[in-house]
């Protein structure tokens, strides 16, 4: 139906008056991608990152996951900024590189380092979902290698938040040896008697799920994740039908046997302090606190 | 030697019908071959053949990826892409090898680990990184020879070794030239570019350090006889002429000198010198 002159007229108003009405500061709401419903940040950031409406785990960059898992001011990074490498020489590969690195505060698309965990060392490495897909190349490869390394020589436990498209592309086959060199450095972390603990969050998939996410003594994975070899179209695909709702999300792996506890993001700290606790030499009891019924199914 | 083949023209000899198979292989080179089935967890998966050989009273444990030539092979060997139970079946055969001190040769030729449904609700991802775990410090000397094509973690899978050898037409890639094109262009069609830049022949991958060796694609030419009625030598022939189960004696006979080659270099090694070799063959990539 088309507009009298005064609707036209008061819509035109209306418009003009959103123009000019001052911008609400970027980032002071967020939409969520999930159930659409607008959201003061703050509430978001109170939340864990989690909706409060609809409870959907937003992702969350490697900083943030640090500050929500490791005592406070405990981080210390290490092996940052290792030079690129460009083994194909990719077109245009390099500037994309270095154009993320600048725009990203990150160096590539995991951290590594050292943190305190209820007063107790460990080595933990967390990957960045906005950086090219979480995808590993050959940084990405050394420095878990580095850390995984590091922590069997300062025989400390070891954690890796998981967050991958899988193996990156743009380096071909280098990207697919560091599965191997990954998966080579924790046989020697796990021959020298120290825990390991993989945490998968959304998405991990390929080679990144095919070495190092799925060789954890404990596997933890959120809520919802997406985790498996292949992409979900990639199988459909293969098979020519639309997979079941659910295919490859946490309670699917933990329904079929690979993952050891689905933990909320809120409750993720308590639960790795107490695995850490129990698998060295700090007597049980007095982690027994950290461990309340919320985390019994 | 005529022109240049290019990397593509190569994926599709690797792929070709009449391209030898690992069984191919393993009748021609070894002595004897008992077939071992099963991973005692789910099931025997087709696409994944191992067993026992010998080669100069030397027992070897072998494991190969099983590709098909009809449609009715295909269907047991699922055109050489494992599931889970595959690899599993290659692990338990790879531990049962270092439990008897058998070197251990490895036969890859798959397009990648299947991407099924119930490839998912098995495991692929487990089964092929515990593989890829375990093989890393197994106590015995692995050889891994690429025959057709090496397609990603299904082909790594098998591949965590002391040397790994390639024929001079086989591919090795982080994911077929098709896949590769489709996720970084979008556009699966331009495949024939993609394996241009990914590097993915042998050569390539040995002039990357990836790989320990090239061997050449010889072919057996038919023995004649001459009007003495003397047998001639074979006569070996260079490409482009395709490697088929009719023309790989000759081929077979150098792989047999090469790979009796490698267990004698290999027996003298100690566990410990094999184990830290094979860890820096991988940590300086």
């Known amino acids: ?297 | 030697m005529g022109e240049e083949i290019t990397a593509w023209e190569r994926v599709k000899i690797a792929r070709g019908n009449t391209r030898p198979t690992s069984l191919d292989y393993i009748g021609k080179i070894f002595d004897k071959f008992l077939e071992l089935h099963g991973d005692r967890v789910y099931g025997d998966d087709g696409a994944v053949v191992g067993g026992i050989a010998e080669i100069e009273n030397i027992p070897v444990t072998i494991i190969g990826h099983q590709k098909g030539r009809t449609i009715k092979q295909n269907m047991k060997r699922n055109f050489g892409m494992p599931n889970p139970e595959g690899y599993r079946k290659a692990l338990r055969l790879m531990k049962q090898a270092e439990k008897f001190k058998r070197p251990i040769i490895c036969f890859v030729d798959t397009p990648g680990a299947f991407c099924g449904m119930e490839a998912e609700e098995r495991g692929q991802a487990e089964a092929i990184a515990k593989n890829l775990m375990e093989l890393s410090s197994l106590k015995t000397p692995i050889l891994s020879i690429v025959i057709g094509e090496g397609g990603s973690g299904g082909a790594l899978a098998m591949a965590v070794a002391d040397e790994v050898w390639m024929l001079e037409n086989a591919t090795y890639s982080i994911l077929s030239p098709e896949g590769f094109a489709s996720i970084l262009w979008k556009d699966s069609k331009r495949a024939g570019e993609a394996a241009e830049i990914m590097k993915i022949t042998a050569k390539d991958l040995k002039d990357m350090k990836i790989i320990e060796k090239v061997i050449p694609e010889t072919i057996s030419e038919k023995i004649e006889e001459n009007q003495e009625g003397e047998t001639l030598e074979a006569q070996t022939v260079l490409l482009p002429t395709e490697l088929t189960i009719e023309n790989m004696d000759s081929l077979a006979k150098e792989m047999r000198i090469q790979i009796l080659e490698f267990l004698h270099q290999y027996k003298n090694k100690t566990i410990e010198e094999l184990i830290k070799m094979r860890y820096q063959r991988f940590r300086k990539l």
């Open chain 1, 1 to 297: 139906m088309p507009f009298t002159a005064k609707e036209t007229k008061r819509n035109e108003k209306a418009k003009d008056i959103m123009n000019q009405q001052p911008q609400v500061p970027e980032g002071l709401f967020q939409k969520c991608s999930k159930c659409n419903e607008i959201i003061y940040t703050e509430d978001i950031i109170a939340n864990y990152h989690i909706c409060p409406n609809c409870n959907n785990y937003f992702r969350v960059s490697p900083r943030t996951r640090l500050s929500m898992v490791l005592d406070e001011g405990s981080f210390q990074e290490w092996d940052k900024d290792l030079p690129i490498s460009d083994p194909l020489n990719f077109p245009g590969y390099i500037t994309k590189l270095e154009r993320l690195r600048a725009a990203s505060n990150l160096d590539e698309a995991v951290i590594t380092g050292e943190g305190k965990l209820n007063g107790i060392s460990v080595a933990i490495g967390v990957m960045a979902s906005d950086f090219l897909m979480g995808s590993m190349g050959e940084v990405v490869g050394e420095k878990l290698t580095r850390l995984i390394e590091g922590a069997t020589k300062r025989r400390l436990p070891l954690i890796v938040f998981s967050c991958s498209g899988g193996a990156r592309m743009q380096e071909g086959i280098v990207s697919l040896m560091q599965m191997a060199k990954t998966a080579g450095a924790l046989k020697r972390h796990d021959e020298a008697g120290l825990l390991y603990i993989s945490v998968l969050t959304d998405p991990t998939t390929g080679g990144v799920m095919a070495s190092f996410a799925m060789l954890g003594d404990v596997i933890l994975a959120e809520p919802g994740v997406l985790a498996g070899f292949a992409g979900p179209r990639v199988i459909e695909q293969t098979i020519g039908q639309k997979l079941p709702e659910g295919f490859q999300r946490s309670e699917f792996l933990l329904e079929h046997g690979f993952i050891d506890k689905i933990v909320k993001r809120s409750r993720m700290r308590a639960v790795l302090s107490f695995l850490v606790a129990s698998c060295g030499e700090k007597k049980l009891e007095e982690n027994e606190a950290l461990f309340n019924e919320e985390d019994v199914d």
